[in-house]
């Protein structure tokens, strides 16, 4: 699909709505009357093309009903004239500078495509022969730095990237530093998009843009905005607090799919007086063009065939990679250390196939797929997959998939994410391209990246991802006084626990919460949930400095004691470390002021294949990790209950954060009920130590 033809789909519903219903207003009072005015209006509005905008449209087309005669049907025309005089003149690429590096910084709030944006652009310039360099200053959210090194080794472009938590404005001094060693031409900056609180975010991007300015006199030279075309006026209410706080020189508007308001970025430009220099119409490295307001203003008003996008607002192949997603998710808890994969093979619109990885060791999504293709008879020649991950073009368990693929004469791939293995990141993609076929990538990225959240931190980190689990009263209580905590929550909550547990390769508790409970830590069916037969082995882990574990408590002695991992220090009573390791796995770990060194720990235990770890309490084992900085997410279950007292056991206990700016915030914040409890899913974002 062209450019223009995917502009045309973008445009499709507010299109459709818009144009249908100026065209039913003019047909039915081709003279204008004071009703038809009224209804254009709300037409107009509705589309939020805003009042100033709507106002300017009504004004030309009154002027030129009275003074040329004009009838409705021309209303179109005179409506995409004033657009097209509103957008247009205006510069709407970058220029570089005559010399030197030209900054440009990225600004807008999380989920707009900031991140890909900066990607797109870096790779149109360097397309053009001005190298470009990328700079991850979006320090705040460790998967944001992920995704900008996830582009940058897929489009070759250099990325500058601080650790997780970084100051944005050093990592932003050191890119231009860089920049100007290596003679690049362009520098684009993607900056965070929410931090604790608004006003926090807008400081931090002026101080962002004070030290680059600071290194090199006058940069930004550019700085963008990135909204999301979907969000209608939302778009308009980000654009006013953006530009107040820092000064923009231009937006860019992604998304624009089916269910665009397109309108707003009219209302926007009008108000702000901020060109539009690009617009994203498609999840391709390419499909973020030039702004062009002519092609614009007519898709805004022209009526469409609405049949073109299947389900009003998804594309057809955000739909089947929705399908291979689901796929993947069939297989939650037992691929560890593979990811979650699921494929889809469609031929001339049709399913023809239909595949995801189930365990380690068995064959991959897309091989599965092409037996499953096979197996109901439909030839694979010239068919589509869509795989939510890269295909693996190396040797591992199994041969590699690309060959499969290109065996098969599969014709197109389109990916949701690369491989996230900055060893492979890309190479899979590029011998498909080299083999001749049509590839494409970044269909539902964040969706697939977001499914394999822990397998993408080990693979790049080889530590596990860390869950925090807790069970808690509404004020944050996780038992009484006196140890009591069966049951703070309801059995629905209860369920999704056991479903968390599925999810991970590894529990974790500390000794006060076995000797408290006697806690079984096993995948067990539940009321709402039914637990899987056959499950690969997920470790159970105590820990224990002073190897206090009772010999009979259900952790030693079940059935499962084989998966049971009892963490001691160095400094354990050698007869209690001895009687323990005659029935369960024993490690000796490290002190660190007299408690198991979490810092050895962790290390350790992504380098025995634990991907995921859910820490199950209780809150002095919460507050450790919390304090140590390991926690990755929280899942959270508030209990409609008050326990209240001082005495009461809490969440996360330990000394505390000695203030707010020290102690972690909560990003991607996810709400759900089960039952009448509340459960919190969220990522954690560690401020970065002073
Ligand atoms: N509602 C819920 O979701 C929930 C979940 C779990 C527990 N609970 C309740 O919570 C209570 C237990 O919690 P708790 O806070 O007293 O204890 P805990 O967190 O279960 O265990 C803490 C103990 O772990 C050991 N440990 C070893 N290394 C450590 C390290 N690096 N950092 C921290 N601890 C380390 C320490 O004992 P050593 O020094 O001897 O090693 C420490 O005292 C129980 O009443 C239980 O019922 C409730």
């Known amino acids: 699909m062209g450019f223009f033809d995917k502009l045309k789909s973008a445009f499709t519903k507010t299109a459709t709505s818009l144009a249908h219903e100026i065209q039913r207003i003019v047909t039915r009072s081709p003279k204008l009357t ?20 709507t106002q300017q449209i009504l004004a030309a087309v009154r002027k030129a009903f009275e003074t040329q005669g004009k009838s409705g049907l021309d209303f179109v025309d005179i409506a995409i004239a004033e657009v097209e005089r509103s957008l247009g003149g205006m510069n709407p690429d970058l220029t570089a500078r005559p010399d030197g590096v030209t900054v440009v910084s990225m600004v807008g709030v999380n989920g707009t495509g900031k991140t890909t944006t900066c990607a797109k652009l870096a790779k149109r310039m360097a397309e053009r022969g001005e190298p470009a360099l990328l700079a991850a200053c979006d320090t705040f959210r460790a998967a944001a730095i992920e995704q900008l090194q996830l582009w940058g080794s897929r489009l070759e472009i250099p990325v500058i990237a601080g650790a997780y938590q970084a100051d944005p404005a050093a990592v932003a001094h ?36 004070r030290v680059v300015d600071r290194k090199l006199p006058g940069a930004p030279h550019e700085v963008l905005l990135v909204l999301d075309g979907s969000t209608g006026m939302n778009a308009m209410v980000q654009a006013r607090e953006f530009h107040k706080a820092v000064k923009l020189t231009g937006l860019v508007i992604t998304k624009l799919d089916g ?16 060109p539009v220099k690009f617009i994203g119409v498609g999840e391709q490295a390419d499909d973020l063009q030039a702004f062009n307001a002519r092609a614009f203003a007519e898709e805004l008003f022209t009526a469409k065939d609405c049949t073109r996008i299947p389900d009003g607002c998804m594309t057809p192949d955000a739909r089947f990679m929705g399908q291979a997603l689901g796929l993947a998710r069939r297989a939650y808890g037992r691929t560890s250390p593979n ?49 939510t991950l890269e295909p693996c073009c190396t040797q591992g368990r199994t041969p590699p998939c690309t060959e499969a693929l290109i065996r098969a004469g599969v014709s197109r791939v389109v990916v949701a994410a690369v491989d996230p293995n900055p060893r492979h990141a890309g190479h899979g993609l590029e011998l498909l391209r080299r083999a001749g076929m049509t590839v494409e990538s970044g269909v539902l990225e964040a969706e697939s990246l977001r499914l394999n959240e ?50 991970a390769d590894a529990v974790l508790v500390g000794v006060e919460t076995v000797l408290a409970d006697d806690p079984g830590l096993t995948v067990r069916s539940q009321p709402g949930f039914r637990a899987p037969a ?82 199950e309490g209780g809150g002095t084992v919460l507050a450790a990790l919390f304090e140590a900085g390991w926690v990755h997410r929280t899942a959270f279950f508030y209990a409609p209950r008050i326990l209240g007292g001082d005495a009461s056991r809490r969440a996360v206990a330990g000394q505390g954060f000695r203030s707010l700016a020290e102690a972690p915030t909560l990003s991607e914040v996810e709400s759900r009920r089960f039952g009448d409890d509340l459960f919190i899913t969220a990522r954690v974002v560690v401020p970065p130590r002073p």
Request: charged share 25%.
């Open 339 to 387: 990811p979650m994969v699921g494929a889809v093979l469609v031929r001339e619109g049709q399913v023809i196939g239909r595949g995801w990885h189930h365990r380690a060791g068995l064959p991959h999504a897309e091989v599965e797929a092409l037996a499953d293709a096979a197996r109901r008879g439909h030839p694979v020649a010239g068919a589509t997959i869509y795989v």
């Open 454 to 503: 822990a397998f993408n931190h080990w693979i790049v980190h080889r530590t596990p991802w860390v869950t925090a689990k807790s069970a808690m009263t509404l004020d944050g209580k996780i038992a009484t006084a006196s140890g009591e905590s069966k049951w703070i929550t309801g059995p629905e909550s209860r369920a999704q626990a056991h479903r968390l547990r599925l999810g």
């Open 259 to 274: 269910t665009s308001k397109g309108g707003a970025v009219v209302a926007i430009q009008r108000e702000l007086g901020i």
């Open 534 to 615: 056959r499950l690969p082995l997920k470790r159970r882990i105590i820990l224990d400095t002073r190897a206090r574990t009772p010999l009979g408590c259900r952790l030693v002695c079940d059935e499962a004691r084989a998966s049971t991992m009892v963490v001691v220090g160095a400094s354990a009573d050698p007869e209690r470390v001895a009687a323990l390791r005659e029935r369960v796995t024993v490690v000796q770990a490290p002190e660190r002021d007299h408690r198991i060194d979490l810092n050895w720990l962790l290390p350790e235990l992504g380098r025995l294949g634990v991907v995921s770890l859910l820490v």
């Open 34 to 53: 004071a009703q038809s005015v009224e209804e254009l209006e709300a037409a107009l509005l509705a589309a939020d093309l805003g009042l100033p905008m």
């Open 174 to 209: 050191d890119a231009v530093v860089a920049a100007q060693a290596r003679n690049a031409r362009w520098l684009f900056i993607d900056t965070a998009g929410r931090l604790h609180t608004k006003h926090n975010l807008m400081q931090e991007l002026q101080k962002v843009h």
